[in-house]
């Protein structure tokens, strides 16, 4: 069994020292667009983000993405790459070329795969994998081949982070729970073998918390939690010991509409102290990790 | 199910603490936000105005001068449009435990709570008024994820006897998922059912109900037994924008017994159209259409609303422009209101002339994506939309 890194321990600050802190990074510049874009060479890969970011189901106009550059806080965004379940399937931006236009612009990318869900997921509507364990970790294996497919389709011929989006299911069936750990235990191994990362999305308590002690767990997870703090440490079901170290991104609010730079967006929020493609930024939003 | 009785005294409130390092930051982003210009068309709110930093999350306008507001601080309620404001909060219910209010008229309403959290679990209760929150009576819901302890509660009451409960559940943005309760005694009793999206529900009649959203908001379903099945529905796009998205209002009843749909479309070629149905949701005919001269992106909506069975009021989200009319008139007034920045992005009108209306949004120095500011802010207008000032005063709200 992989066995977690731990967490280094936390330093706490007072408040007053947080507030200075904050006020610093009013003073920083907003990250200049990175000199690299994405795909060509190879040689682009995953980095660590340590700021926001939002994900929505469609990607928006790069027009959109461009003003919400010049005038929001965020710094990440989605892409739902595809797969059986993706919900916004039309995706009338999502080409190559938006992708390297709007990475130019500074955003980096958490990379999204819809596919199979739980056998027993909440939303019954969905597409699920099989309850068999050997079934399960075939179409894991084979959603990670797809989804990395589909992302280098879309030029990201680097080595990339896709996090697999596994939405709430029950945790306590105990045939499901072990199905959704072949499977996810299966995702990471595909992408391992080619030598990239994998993430996974899930709620705290309906999702992550059952991958904790799979073979390969993910390199990093996203972790659904409205608790509307940005914070990525102290979600309830994942203790801080794991995926301590640059492996968490934090879904801390839902669906809900955004106006940045005159521009509306649906969105829901993260906060990442983890993983995203093509690299992270040089700037710390310390409302992420509370430190 | 036993429901307790619980009286409040509404003058008093709950006692409100605030952490010195959340004070120090709300001055801090105070400070920050004078000298930031709000973006977007029409006038806008005063950066400066004391609602900065903090949130309303819902509100509802019942007449022209009752209405509440749920803000971080609390469950506000005015009687005397928005000059004063009370708090009728539950005893004992911190603000941010209210996961969703509704209220039938001045006098009934409900509060659902989050409460007891514990490592995995929240318990869910009920508080339901008879006499406008001044005295609660609560009932158990069951239990929910921990991690859906955020996730908003949407509450419909057709009468007093009945009414639902959709607790949306957590899920990412490629997704809406919820669970609904119905109950048949004021709330007493609750059976559990599903619904296809975690959507807030409308009931035109005791069995005869809608919901519509979705991760694209492009869905519209209808029960015609009381939520046990849910059947989608969909409108024929209109000309103009027959490549666009659909954004799915709730349907209400118009002056004839038809039924009323605004439905925005998003995309290259945006707008907002009025259908109606005479039998009863089967159809759905076009009545107009407004184009909105900026795109906009899926799940994004234009507000809109209908009061005195066809009064049609359309608040362009930019802040650019309001309409308003009879949906049947040729042309709509259309006015270049005061006081509505961009960001506007729901809205409740009790008469024709005063309205409510929920707004949130922010601005980032030139270059400088640290120290942005949001506002969230409600606003009302007693002119039809016209003009736009916000309502309540900063002490409520931190």
Redesign the interface.
Known sequence: MTRLPQRPPRTRLVPLVAVAVLGLLVALPATPAPASTVGGSGQVRYGVSRVKGFDACEAPTANKMQAWWNGSPYYDTSIYLGGVNRACDLQPNLTSSWVSTVHSQGWSFYLLWAGLQAPCVNDQSNEKMSSNLSLAAAQGSSEANAAWNAAHSLGFTGLNIIYYNMEAYNTTNTTCVNAVRAFINAWVDFFHQVGEKAGAYGGACSGVTNWTSITNPPDSVWIAAWNNDPDVWGLPCVNNGYWCCQQRVHQYAGTHSETWGGVALSIDNDCAYGLVTPHGHSVIDYACTNE | MQAERIRLNRKSGAAKRY???AT??LL?VLS?IIGLSA???GAAVDPANPQAGSAVRSMQLLTDSHGWALTDAGLRWTSDGGKNWGEIRPPGVAATAIRGAFFLNTDDGWVVVAENAT???DDLVLFRTSDGGESWALSPLGSR????????AYIHFFDTQNGWIVL??????????GVLFRTTDSGETWQKL?I?IGEPVRFLTATEGWTAG????DELYLTRDAGSSWERVQVDLPANFDLA?PTYELPVFGKADELLLSVTFT?DSSGVSLFESTDRGRSWRLRRSLPYNL???????IPADIVEGDFWVVLM??GSGVFRGPSTVEALLQTSPNGLP??V?DVDFATSQVGWAL???????P??????T?IEALLQTTDGGQTWVPLIPAELLS
Do not use: H, M, W
């Open positions: 952490p010195r390092a120090q930051l801090f920050l973006c977007g068309g490592e995995s679990t994820s921990a991690d859906a302890g955020g996730a908003p949306k559940q957590l899920s990412s943005s490629n997704a809406s998922v599903s296809p979705g991760p694209a908001g998205t995309g795109s906009l992106s899926t799940g994004s909506s989200p930019d961009a960001g992005y707004l949130r949004y922010g601005a980032c120095p270059g400088i994506k640290s120290g942005c949001e």
